[in-house]
């Protein structure tokens, strides 16, 4: 399926503005909800964020495992002294080439291209990346009346095999399970899971792939084991109930009412 306006919908290429202004809830927007607060979530549809240099680099490592042309979305940028007449041209001709792309600069760029040959050199992930079957593609569904959308880094749809890339700064068992818990992970996995499932696509694994920021580059993969998966579902569902009541109302609370005793 290639529209966006009908559910369940299966696009395997779209461009990233168009996901982004496509109408549905996706998983981080969802993990705000659950994580913070429904006040958090809706103060957030107001704030304009500018992306951090992490994030960036983020999106430029992410373009360079899953774009077939990834100088189309982020540039490499020169040191230069934006002082001397070279410099200050060179800076000029470089933002009007270069409109809407990620920038990072050389240093970044090394560091990408040391990250991606880590992945495609480790056994299991470079293996899996080989075969994936479709690459940064989105996935429409209605759940609870509520209309919900994921854009997925990989997918093997022959064996329903699905890959989620991290950048970590640590990216061991101990490193990876802090980053899950603090990132609500296995809330997007069930998000991811249940819109392919409702789109008609076999799950039948769902592998986090991440590698570190910083020499060696070490790579982990990890599934979330099936009783923590279980208990996110839960979480994700009964969201889902509570994010229809407030969109309902248009009452969306922040923290309880009534005082809460904390044992420390």
């Known amino acids: 399926m290639n529209n966006t306006n009908t559910d369940p919908a299966f696009i395997a290429e779209i461009k990233d503005a168009d996901y982004r202004k496509a109408t549905g809830l996706s998983q981080s927007s969802l993990k705000k909800f659950i994580v913070q607060s429904p006040a958090h979530y809706l103060a957030s549809l107001e704030e304009v964020q500018e992306p951090t240099k992490a994030m960036q680099f983020g999106t430029a490592f992410h373009a360079q495992m899953l774009q077939a042309n990834p100088e189309e979305h982020f540039a490499v940028k020169k040191k230069m002294d934006g002082r001397s007449k070279e410099g200050k041209l060179y800076n000029e001709s470089f933002a009007l080439e270069n409109q809407g792309k990620v920038i990072i600069d050389e240093e970044e760029h090394s560091r990408i291209i040391a990250m991606a040959d880590s992945v495609m050199g480790h056994g299991f992930a470079g293996e899996a990346m080989k075969s994936l079957t479709h690459k940064e593609f989105a996935v429409f569904g209605t759940?609870?009346?509520?209309?919900?959308?994921?854009?997925?880094?990989?997918?093997?749809?022959?064996?329903?095999?699905?890959?989620?890339?991290?950048?970590?700064?640590?990216?061991?068992?101990?490193?990876?399970?802090?980053?899950?818990?603090?990132?609500?992970?296995?809330?997007?996995?069930?998000?991811?899971?249940?819109?392919?499932?409702?789109?008609?696509?076999?799950?039948?694994?769902?592998?986090?792939?991440?590698?570190?920021?910083?020499?060696?580059?070490?790579?982990?993969?990890?599934?979330?084991?099936?009783?923590?998966?279980?208990?996110?579902?839960?979480?994700?569902?009964?969201?889902?109930?509570?994010?229809?009541?407030?969109?309902?109302?248009?009452?969306?609370?922040?923290?309880?009412?009534?005082?809460?005793?904390l044992n420390l």
Request: hydrophobic share 40%; glycine share 6%; proline share 5%.
């Open 143 to 261: 759940n609870h009346g509520i209309r919900l959308k994921g854009l997925i880094d990989g997918y093997n749809e022959k064996e329903g095999i699905v890959i989620d890339l991290k950048t970590a700064e640590d990216s061991s068992p101990s490193g990876f399970r802090k980053a899950c818990w603090d990132r609500a992970y296995a809330i997007q996995q069930v998000h991811y899971t249940w819109l392919l499932t409702n789109a008609g696509k076999p799950v039948n694994a769902f592998y986090f792939i991440a590698v570190e920021k910083e020499p060696p580059y070490a790579v982990g993969v990890y599934k979330i084991n099936a009783d923590s998966l279980t208990k996110s579902f839960k979480i994700w569902d009964d969201a889902l109930d509570s994010f229809f009541v407030c969109q309902a109302s248009g009452v969306y609370p922040a923290y309880s009412e009534e005082p809460i005793e």
